[in-house]
């Protein structure tokens, strides 16, 4: 064999480095300093890499502007009846709603690194917060004292989304798959619509749970309470909003159809209440909206010992919530654009607005899909539409704010069940059931619990049986044989390509996973079950098997436990009269069995860089073999 092709068997690695490398790959797989390392002005770079406010803005021009005026303007149409529905949704004063889209927007334009995200409230997050405060603190009983939980949930949420950010650990929001993610929009979606039931008939009695059963049952047990004029307007309303959506489906460039459609939705409501005395007639209305910015909330966060941990569990849930729902629309649209998008500074950026949100009387925003996707369609060029879209609401918290507070709430209700029909995402499930029934069911999970018990619990659910499932994958890893296909030197799994060959006396396995405690027990089992297998189809005695190879190159680590399952294969190999053979070890696998004398026992001369010199080693024994029982023969 040339030296060139040979194995290596160099020294392990010191710890250090080896610890250097291994935070590096978990901590800062896209390598981010390495833009620092050949420039002379490492400082700038440092403060636009951190900052991304301060790279893009050199570069700014009137002519960006322009469209980021437009965009801007666009999305505060929506923000205004948005975040006042939202905060309805959340059971906070409807101003609270205005002023979150006032704050956190300046603090996303600074360091965030999206140049379409709108920033805004959304109804997930909305839900959630007054479903798990709710249930500690009833928003009716003491409506001050629930704000101020609410302050502080979006407070423990900014930190959480910071933190994250920071220590730069994202892929604890990897746990949210696409899967969960889907389901729980679904499930939300449906207990948000029936939650908007209330408004739409005129209810003054409901229910404090979210449930469907729940919800259902409220309803038709306060049936003398039903208002047919509530309801026509509400109906006729969501009639409106879904005919603009159906439309900019149909013709695209007509999306700002769409768009204003809330807007016109609140204005034509505002003016209906008003000139027909709507409250008369059993319409509620949203009531007292006062002028004025941001008031300080600092003050107000309550950190007291049995608030602390509902305050928690809310911040914690919402934030990866809003984390996965914001980051994934923020890689959508960037994508579009052939752009990137740094997951751990959209952390920080959504931490810092809602740290800051949380002092200046915000509640949790994050980056919802509709006002981006509206942004985006509006021509925004950079983070500047979110000021623009601040500068606009800070003149209608100004001037404008009492003129909203004539908002018949049916209208409300209509827009919100408006946006979350679209949320109901039944094409992706149908293709989840198709593809992955395992995947069909984590969405399922998801819908169900949410839908019929909780918010948290079907979240749990469906994150428990996704975690289950790679536990499932991790324990029983994939292992197949190879066989070679001819006129070529590659080496194919023979279930998947079965044309392909094996040879006499060999039997190739490929292992495709990290080996350690929790699957050695079973890749062992795998592996006698493959040569009982292979024994079982040998039609001759110069079938049997005798070499069993084992390729490693998918094996990225292998522990202690790993390493002692190996030695027993080994020896049961040898009791048999069979030899194994290592194929491509990769560097982490070769440097724990040469610290534990694994090496030494199989011998360097069991280990090969590639199936083919494995296989040409082993031929030459087995004729060696033969020959050599010809010649006693002969002997004989």
Request: aromatic share 12%.
């Amino acid at each position: 064999m040339a030296e060139s092709h040979s194995v290596n068997f160099s020294g392990p690695k010191s710890f250090s480095t080896k610890l250097k490398s291994k935070c590096k790959e978990t901590l800062f797989p896209d390598d981010p300093f390495k833009q620092f390392r050949n420039e002379k002005h490492r400082a700038i770079k440092a403060l636009q890499y951190f900052i991304p406010f301060f790279e893009w803005i050199p570069n700014y021009n009137l002519k960006l502007l322009r469209y980021d005026v437009l965009a801007g303007i666009t999305i505060t149409s929506l923000a205004i009846p948005q975040g006042i529905s939202y905060a309805k949704l959340a059971s906070i004063p409807p101003i609270i709603g205005l002023y979150s889209s006032f704050v956190p927007p300046l603090v996303y334009a600074v360091f965030g690194s999206s140049k379409h995200l709108a920033v805004g409230t959304v109804a997930a997050c909305s839900l959630l917060i007054a479903d798990t405060i709710g249930q500690k603190v009833p928003p009716k009983k003491d409506p001050t004292l629930y704000l101020h939980l609410v302050f502080t949930a979006t407070f423990f949420t900014g930190i959480f989304q910071t933190a994250l950010g920071f220590l730069r650990l994202g892929i604890l929001v990897d746990f949210l798959s696409h899967s969960t993610i889907t389901g729980f929009m679904g499930g939300t979606a449906v207990i948000i619509c029936l939650q908007q039931l209330k408004s739409l008939f005129g209810l003054k009695h409901f229910t404090t749970k979210t449930d469907v059963v729940s919800v259902l049952h409220a309803v038709f047990s306060n049936r003398k309470e039903w208002r047919w004029e509530s309801a026509v307007i509400g109906i006729s309303f969501l009639i409106f909003l879904q005919f603009t959506r159906y439309l900019k489906n149909r013709k695209p460039k007509l999306f700002w159809v769409s768009a204003m459609a809330p807007m016109v939705t609140v204005v034509v409501g505002c003016l209906f209440a008003y000139f027909a005395h709507a409250e008369k007639h059993g319409i509620q209305i949203v009531g007292d909206l006062r002028k004025g910015i941001n008031p300080p909330s600092i003050g107000y966060l309550n950190f007291k010992s049995e608030y602390l941990t509902v305050t928690v569990k809310a911040g914690i849930i919402t934030a990866l919530i809003a984390l996965a729902e914001g980051i994934a629309i923020a890689r959508s649209f960037a994508i579009m654009q052939n752009e990137q998008i740094d997951g751990n500074k959209e952390m920080i950026a959504f931490g810092l607005m809602n740290i800051v949100g949380s002092f200046t009387s915000c509640y949790l925003t994050t980056g919802p899909f509709s006002k981006t996707a509206v942004n985006f369609n509006a021509g925004c060029k950079t983070a500047m539409s979110n000021v623009v879209m601040s500068f606009c609401m800070m003149l209608v918290l100004l001037f404008l704010a009492p003129l909203f507070s004539y908002t018949p709430l049916v209208a409300l209700s209509a827009i919100i069940m408006s946006a979350m029909f679209g949320l109901i995402n039944y094409e992706e499930a149908i293709l989840l059931f198709k593809v992955d029934k395992l995947d069909f069911s984590i969405c399922m999970a998801a819908f169900l619990g949410v839908a019929f018990i909780s918010m948290d619990i079907g979240l749990m659910l469906s994150v428990g049986l996704a975690l289950l499932r790679s536990l499932i994958y991790v324990a029983r890893p994939a292992t197949c044989k190879l066989g070679k296909i001819s006129d070529s030197n590659l080496y194919l799994d023979t279930e998947q390509y079965q044309h392909a060959q094996g040879f006499p006396g060999i039997l190739i396995l490929q292992l495709g996973s990290p080996i350690y405690f929790a699957n050695c027990n079973y890749i062992r089992e795998r592996v006698l079950r493959w040569i009982r297998d292979e024994q079982a189809l040998s039609n001759s005695k110069s079938d049997v098997v005798e070499h069993v190879l084992l390729d490693l190159s998918g094996v990225s680590t292998i522990d202690m436990t790993g390493i002692a399952a190996f030695r027993e294969i080994l020896r049961i190999l040898e009791a048999k009269s069979m030899k194994m053979k290592l194929i491509n070890p990769r560097i982490g696998v070769m440097d724990k069995m040469i610290l534990s004398k694994f090496i030494d026992v199989i011998g360097k001369d069991s280990v090969f860089l590639s199936i083919e010199d494995a296989i040409d080693a082993c031929r030459f024994s087995l004729q060696n073999e033969k020959h050599q029982n010809d010649l006693s023969d002969i002997s004989a």
